[in-house]
């Protein structure tokens, strides 16, 4: 298998090559619905070796023209098909073989796979101009032509059939696609396509100053989860993408400094100078470090898949470009425990959850416990402690709570709970922190 992989790729590069003497020329391309020219053909090999015109090959005969190379195997395999799928045709059918390889390597291959010269089949080597009317980068390479001089097809190996022969002579041949080569194409310079044609792509960029910051995820009906397709983030960094996966496909809570551990020989290019981060670098400033250390990222599936799942592919193009591992693990540090909540509770008046703030009121409706806390991670200072329910309790209630204070107050929030009849204790707490390691 090795082998023949070898193989084909070392064809591919020679017809890349060669296709660069395919150079733009006057002669009009043909297409399907073309008529063919009334050229003369030079270098024939099989016939009486004179030159012979294109038109007398189709003059009340059908006509395919196989466009080949030695170094083809598909090319070969279509050659042996031909000779023997041909022969019931040979009296309404003529098959021309075009090569742009010298006539000794042609006639060689020849007498090395046993294809024997039909009286119907002319061959043409050290060809320059039938390529130029009928361009090609990949072979097989075939053309059908009806009795009337009139191309009615394009195709590959796969076409070349005893019923395809049979429609082209009957006159009645069609085939639902073209064989369009991209005489672009190069293999050896980067991939790129149309954004309406691709069925999978993820992409790293550079960062791009002529953009703000920022992302965008898609989100399709929960079964019971949430499935998503896409999400692009644009100058954005390393930890900000990071975390955005824990937090939205993984259910892990918002940016939290105080529950991240970097463990790894370069924390710089996770952490931006910031008070936040407690990562403050006098010999780089804030703009330095984002045009180094943020970039571009997408990623888009064929079709919508499950949060974990989708949050999975979205680490793993991290950790395979950054070269680092990254994890949930429980950890041990100071927080807040809830181990009782008021006795008597306002019942929900509607079942439509929502919490909204009012200058210095919070109004909370048909909530639990546990939406409270992560209203509180969520909003109460940029590095909260964590807070842990240990009360069992799932009831649903509403809660409007006052206070004469800056409300993102974590303390103050905590102390507005308190005189509210839940019990709240400072203490040593088990909680999931971000682990970032080389």
Same mark, same amino acid.
């Given at each position: ?5 070898k193989?084909?790729?070392? #064809? ?6 060669c296709s660069?003497?395919?150079?733009? @020329?006057?002669?009009?391309e043909?297409?399907?619905?073309d ?14 070796? @004179? ?6 090959l189709c =003059?009340?005969?059908?006509l ?5 190379a030695?170094? #083809? ?11 023997? %799928? ?15 390889q010298?006539? %000794? ?6 007498n090395?796979a ?17 390529? =130029? ?9 075939? *053309? ?5 001089? %009139? ?10 059939? =005893? ?7 009957n006159?009645?041949?069609t ?25 999978y792509?993820?992409i790293?960029?550079? !960062? ?5 910051s ?5 989100r399709?009906?929960?079964k019971p989860?949430?499935l998503?397709?896409?999400? !692009? ?5 390393l930890l900000e ?16 400094? =105080? ?5 790894t020989?370069d924390?710089?290019? !996770?952490?931006?100078?910031?008070k !936040?981060?407690?990562?403050n ?9 984002v ?29 395979? $470009? ?17 181990s ?8 929900p008046? $509607?079942d ?24 509180m ?16 309790d ?6 409007h709570?006052?206070s ?5 107050s974590?303390?103050?929030?905590i102390?507005?709970? %308190?005189?509210?009849?839940?019990k709240?204790?400072?203490?040593? *707490?088990?909680?999931?922190?971000l682990?970032?390691?080389d």
């Amino acid at each position: 298998m090795k082998k023949s992989i070898k193989y084909m790729i070392t #064809c591919a590069l020679i017809i890349l090559e060669c296709s660069t003497n395919s150079v733009a @020329q006057s002669t009009k391309e043909l297409h399907v619905g073309d008529r063919l020219p009334d050229i003369l053909l030079q270098n024939v090999y099989h016939g009486n070796g @004179q030159p012979i015109r294109l038109k007398s090959l189709c =003059k009340g005969k059908a006509l395919l023209i196989s466009f080949w190379a030695t170094w #083809c195997i598909p090319c070969i395999r279509e050659m042996q098909t031909l000779d023997s %799928i041909s022969l019931p045709f040979s009296s309404k059918l003529n098959l021309l073989t075009v090569n742009y390889q010298d006539e %000794i390597t042609m006639s060689k291959l020849f007498n090395d796979a046993h294809i024997r010269p039909l009286a119907n089949r002319t061959s043409v080597s050290s060809d320059t101009l039938m390529r =130029k009317y009928l361009p090609y980068r990949f072979l097989p390479h075939n *053309v059908w032509v009806d009795s009337t001089g %009139i191309i009615v097809g394009i195709t590959g190996e796969e076409a070349v059939t =005893k019923e395809s022969l049979q429609n082209l002579i009957n006159g009645h041949l069609t085939f639902k696609a073209v064989k369009r080569d991209s005489m672009t194409f190069d293999m050896l310079k980067p991939y790129h396509d149309d954004d309406s044609s691709f069925t999978y792509r993820s992409i790293i960029g550079k !960062f791009d100053p002529k953009l703000n910051s920022g992302n965008v995820k898609d989100r399709y009906d929960y079964k019971p989860y949430y499935l998503r397709k896409k999400y !692009f983030a644009f100058n954005s960094s390393l930890l900000e993408i990071i975390w955005y996966a824990y937090e939205h496909f993984f259910n892990f809570q918002d940016v939290n400094y =105080k529950r991240l551990r970097i463990i790894t020989k370069d924390s710089a290019r !996770f952490l931006a100078p910031s008070k !936040f981060t407690g990562f403050n670098n006098p010999h780089i400033s804030l703009n330095d470090w984002v045009a180094q250390n943020c970039f571009c990222y997408e990623i888009t599936l064929p079709t919508p898949v499950s949060d974990t799942v989708f949050g999975q592919m979205v680490l793993e193009d991290m950790h395979r $470009n950054f070269k680092f591992h990254s994890r949930i693990e429980q950890t041990e540090m100071e927080g807040w425990v809830i181990s009782k909540m008021p006795k008597k509770l306002d019942l929900p008046k $509607n079942d439509t959850l929502s919490i909204r703030i009012y200058k210095e009121e919070i109004d909370a409706r048909d909530i639990t416990l546990n939406d409270l806390i992560d209203f509180m991670e969520d909003n109460c200072g940029h590095q909260p402690d964590p807070i842990v329910n240990v009360t069992g309790d799932n009831r649903y209630f509403d809660l409007h709570l006052k206070s004469g204070d800056r409300i993102y107050s974590m303390s103050n929030v905590i102390k507005m709970l %308190i005189e509210a009849g839940f019990k709240i204790e400072r203490k040593k *707490v088990t909680c999931n922190a971000l682990i970032l390691s080389d």
